[in-house]
RNA sequence: GCCCCCAUCGUCUAGUGGCCCAGGAUGCCAGGUUCUCAGCCUGGAGACAGGGGUUCAAAUCCCCUUGGGGGUACCA
């Protein structure tokens, strides 16, 4: 394959945000381009002026950032090309491969002569694919609002362009011979076409709103890492051939060909995203990763100014292992951060509502208060040193504590928690719990 | 309706005629580690849509059926 002849484009038309499918074929195009030391173009296709948004271009440029899918040219704008399709169709109707015409509503337009006839094409996933021309009824090429349509545009934009491979969703077969029969008419050389299969949604079917989250900038706002959702991606539709699912951006750009492209409609799956972007949290140096929770953690309205050094980092630390995005690790850790915590109301009855609770978080209480340096190994020789005294399992203490200090019955290890939440906070609390929550029925939410 | 594409564990996939009574990942289940949960480790259940061919041999090739998806716009 001639590699540096490459070239490639995403065409994202700006009625809406970038989502994931989208998303994945402009991640399959850069990863093609890269792979070929090629080069990747973006053309924002707003020939719809009903529904073209600016706030839609400007989502998708972001979108393409934040992935790290940078192009090499463009953006192109097709509503500022429009002296040129208006060229070319005229070029069409004096030679009478198109002909002007005007519909029933008496709009006037452009329209394409299909020729009858078969068309074939080799598309690099598929293989060959036919059509019969003459199923094909003659197309508007020129809208009436002076506007190129879709097909249109993308033939003469991409030839003009010098795009050699046309890497898109599988639901553009459809188009692919009115696309080829315009590169006829015109005499342009015929580009390659690749058609990659789309992503359905968790239900296997069409992606849409009603599936949550589908759009690049929601996932960003929800805390997962670009990498992780462009790794995950590029294995929606693709494979490296092997057993490796976690991989950088270069290896992906070393192992990326089409002919590992797979035909098949993959759903998303937004467990196994989860899982991947644990997987990236877990790998990130604790210093860069401190750096992301620290801006996650401001955009979500937290005093981080207030936080002593150093203290995020001993945060991030004790929950690398344990959260899978960013928006959870803000749930986890949401008792840090308040004077008024919640607490689970079942956690509260299954370890604090019980006989002798009461007398055994006083007794902790004392020892926590006795600690000198409240570190986390001071308060585990504390606490370890009351259960030997006083003879019950660790276990029994650490499930109220927990629940007295963190509202939950679940968390990290609870020296290190109490650690980081600090001395003053901890006794408060389990003093709160003491006279308010022990033993008694209501107060399920209170000031500690 | 007509045209086109697709079909391996729930999901993402490996598999391009024998190496496959089908491998990996995720999820699920069980056990281990343990202050809870997560994590980590070990083990387990789990698929070639159905039917015909071709072949010594088919998940792999062909046909039909079924199922899913897409198109059939002066949307892209």
């Known amino acids: 394959m001639l590699s540096s002849h490459v070239k490639v484009?995403?065409?994202?038309?700006?009625?809406?945000?970038?989502?994931?499918?989208?998303?994945?074929?402009?991640?399959?195009?850069?990863?093609?381009?890269?792979?070929?030391?090629?080069?990747?173009?973006l053309r924002i296709e707003d020939t719809d002026q009903q529904r073209s948004t600016d706030d839609a271009t400007q989502a998708i440029l972001d979108s393409m950032k934040w992935l790290g899918l940078d192009w090499d040219e463009g953006p192109y704008f097709q509503s500022k090309r429009l002296p040129i399709y208006k060229e070319y169709a005229e070029r069409l109707v004096s030679q009478g491969k198109a002909f002007h015409d005007t519909d029933a509503e008496g709009r006037k337009a452009i329209r394409f002569k299909m020729q009858d006839g078969v068309t074939e094409f080799n598309d690099l996933i598929h293989g060959a694919i036919t059509f019969d021309a003459s199923l094909i009824e003659d197309f508007v090429l020129l809208k009436a609002d002076g506007f190129p349509t879709y097909n249109f545009a993308c033939v003469v934009d991409d030839a003009d362009m010098g795009i050699t491979h046309i890497i898109r969703g599988d639901d553009?077969?459809?188009?692919?011979?009115?696309?080829?029969?315009?590169?006829?008419?015109?005499?342009?050389?015929?580009?390659?076409?690749?058609?990659?299969?789309?992503?359905?949604?968790?239900?296997?079917?069409?992606?849409?709103?009603?599936?949550?989250?589908?759009?690049v900038t929601e996932y960003r706002d929800r805390g997962y890492m670009p990498h992780a959702l462009v790794n995950f991606l590029a294995l929606l539709g693709w494979s490296p051939g092997n057993d490796l699912e976690i991989m950088s951006v270069p290896e992906m750009i070393e192992k990326f060909t089409l002919?590992?492209?797979?035909?098949?409609?993959?759903?998303?799956?937004?467990?196994?995203?989860?899982?991947?972007?644990?997987?990236?949290?877990?790998?990130?140096?604790?210093?860069?990763?401190?750096?992301?929770?620290?801006?996650?953690?401001?955009?979500?309205?937290?005093?981080?100014?207030?936080?002593?050094?150093?203290?995020?980092?001993?945060?991030a630390?004790?929950?690398?292992?344990?959260?899978?995005?960013?928006?959870?690790?803000?749930?986890?850790?949401?008792?840090?951060?308040?004077?008024?915590?919640?607490?689970?109301?079942?956690?509260?009855?299954?370890?604090?509502k019980k006989e002798r609770i009461t007398d055994l978080l006083k007794e902790v209480h004392a020892a926590l208060s006795a600690t000198v340096i409240f570190d986390k190994n001071n308060l585990e020789n504390s606490l370890r040193d009351l259960t030997e005294k006083i003879g019950v399992g660790?276990?029994?203490?650490?499930?109220?504590?927990?629940?007295?200090?963190?509202?939950?019955?679940?968390?990290?290890?609870?020296?290190?928690?109490?650690?980081?939440?600090?001395?003053?906070?901890?006794?408060?609390?389990?003093?709160?719990?003491?006279?308010?929550?022990c033993e008694k029925t209501e107060t399920v939410k209170s000031v500690a």
């Open 172 to 215: 553009h077969i459809s188009n692919t011979p009115k696309q080829i029969a315009l590169y006829q008419a015109f005499g342009f050389k015929l580009p390659e076409f690749g058609h990659i299969p789309m992503i359905l949604g968790e239900d296997g079917s069409r992606l849409s709103k009603r599936h949550g989250a589908t759009s």
């Open 259 to 315: 002919k590992r492209a797979n035909k098949t409609s993959a759903q998303f799956n937004n467990t196994k995203l989860d899982w991947m972007n644990g997987q990236y949290i877990k790998n990130t140096p604790i210093e860069q990763l401190t750096a992301e929770a620290w801006k996650y953690f401001e955009k979500a309205g937290i005093d981080t100014k207030r936080l002593p050094e150093g203290w995020l980092l001993s945060l």
């Open 317 to 352: 630390r004790l929950y690398q292992e344990r959260f899978k995005t960013f928006h959870d690790l803000l749930n986890q850790t949401g008792f840090f951060f308040t004077d008024t915590i919640e607490y689970d109301a079942a956690a509260v009855d299954k370890f604090l």
């Open 9 to 41: 484009r995403f065409a994202p038309s700006p009625t809406g945000y970038l989502h994931i499918g989208g998303a994945r074929t402009a991640l399959f195009n850069w990863l093609f381009a890269r792979h070929h030391k090629g080069v990747f173009l």
């Open 394 to 437: 660790f276990s029994k203490l650490a499930q109220p504590l927990r629940v007295a200090v963190t509202g939950k019955s679940v968390s990290a290890g609870i020296f290190e928690t109490m650690e980081l939440l600090g001395r003053e906070k901890t006794l408060k609390r389990l003093a709160y719990a003491i006279h308010n929550l």
